[in-house]
């Protein structure tokens, strides 16, 4: 079955350490997002990209940064740049184009 | 700036009566919308979509109206159902212009339908 992956479900970071997200997608989709979701704020887009090897910024960058080497794989990064990083981060894709999104399961990171 | 806007954290219906569920946008260039639903802890899944030419999309028990002079959307669900307990999110894209249909999400509403 066609679908994306995200992982793990939930992880735990200290502060100051990177960590860097999973996603992954065989639905032969064009374009890949991330966002976040935060308590009463609905959900925020960090980073999109449209084709393998570019991705955009979307409206909270800062902190986060990505890679798009496959078309299958959308990883993020969440760098101790990032002031407040417990979240719970939703990965989605799509054909370019098109309407909807596919959501993956999410992770759900928590700083300790 | 909030672009979409859902202005209603939550809503509590009976089940059986209509759940209506209300989102405004102000980016006059958005031209297709979307309703998500989402349970605590997993991904949202598409529910349904209206395109700016239509100002009604039916679906089963779920209907979205489009009003454009108003920048003003909403769902209807009928009869509404247990199952139905949710957060619902609105998006909205402007997909008519040909570049990456990247969506705007409003902060959605948690409608618990009671027995």
């Known amino acids: 079955d066609g679908g994306i992956t995200q992982s793990p479900k939930y992880l735990f970071r200290k502060e100051g350490q990177n960590v860097t997200l999973s996603c992954e997608q065989n639905?032969?989709?064009?374009?890949m997002y991330w966002y976040r979701q935060d308590p009463g704020q609905g959900l925020r887009l960090i980073y999109y990209?449209?084709?393998?090897?570019?991705?955009q910024k979307g409206d909270i960058a800062e902190g986060y940064s990505v890679s798009r080497e496959k078309k299958e794989s959308f990883p993020l990064t969440v760098t101790s740049a990032q002031k407040n990083p417990t979240a719970f981060y939703l990965c989605?894709?799509?054909?370019?184009?098109?309407?909807?999104?596919?959501f993956g399961s999410g992770t759900r990171l928590t700083v300790v | 700036d909030q672009q979409v806007k859902q202005n209603s954290p939550s809503l509590s219906v009976q089940e059986g009566r209509i759940s209506i569920l209300n989102c405004d946008y102000t980016?006059?260039?958005?031209?297709?919308f979307l309703w998500y639903k989402k349970y605590p802890a997993e991904g949202p899944t598409f529910l349904i979509s209206?395109?700016?030419i239509k100002d009604k999309n039916e679906d089963g028990r779920f209907t979205v109206f489009l009003n454009k002079s108003a920048k003003h959307l909403s769902l209807h669900i009928v009869p509404s159902q247990p199952g139905d307990s949710a957060v619902y999110f609105c998006?909205?894209?402007?997909w008519g212009t040909g570049t990456a249909s990247k969506l705007t999400f409003g902060t959605g509403t948690r409608l618990q339908v009671t027995l």
């Open positions: 989605a894709s799509s054909y370019e184009g098109s309407g909807g999104y596919t």
């Open positions: 639905l032969n989709h064009d374009a």
């Open positions: 998006a909205a894209s402007d």
């Open positions: 990209s449209q084709i393998v090897n570019d991705f």
């Open positions: 980016n006059s260039m958005f031209d297709y």
């Open positions: 209206i395109s700016s």
